[in-house]
């Protein structure tokens, strides 16, 4: 019992310092949906995963938030790289990766959702961006969690 209260105050401080639930307040068209995902964020994202899966937390951490608002936050992003350590020894080494989906709200920011498959559990991780008018794409919230549930509609 000890373990999901350790685990749950975890996510609940990642979900808190990143300001993102995993309900989307934006209308969203069938547009959004279909709309491809653009290819360098893909490959950021890609590259974070592999790093991860290699251990290098703190490399991956500082190369997925490089140029962007998010590189500036560093207190936040420290806790974050703790709490990814810790969901290792909690749920397993980091073995795989896949997107789930990727959702549009407008032409300029984008939400991504990826799962992450550990030793014993998997992990839920959510990836928004904004594509600036002055400096592209930068990634603008990071959240974490074991609410891979949450991936399923209820019928």
């Given at each position: 019992m000890k373990k999901f209260y350790i685990i749950t105050i975890i996510f609940l401080s990642a979900s808190l310092i990143f300001g993102q639930d995993g309900n989307s307040k934006f209308s969203s068209s069938a547009n959004s949906q279909t709309k491809q995902m653009p290819s360098e964020?893909?490959?950021k994202i890609d590259g974070f995963f592999k790093t991860l899966i290699t251990k290098k937390v703190d490399i991956a951490f500082?190369?997925?938030v490089k140029g962007s608002a998010l590189e500036k936050k560093k207190d936040d992003i420290t806790n974050l790289i703790q709490?990814?350590?810790k969901s290792f020894d909690i749920y397993g080494d980091l073995k795989k990766f896949e997107k789930i989906n990727h959702q549009f709200a407008g032409s300029s920011y984008l939400r991504v959702s990826y799962i992450a498959s550990h030793s014993t559990y998997p992990t839920r991780w959510v990836f928004t961006f904004y594509q600036s008018p002055d400096s592209g794409w930068g990634l603008?919230?990071?959240?974490f969690d074991d609410l891979t549930e949450n991936f399923f509609k209820e019928d």
């Open positions: 964020l893909s490959a500082l190369e997925l709490q990814t350590f603008t919230n990071i959240k």
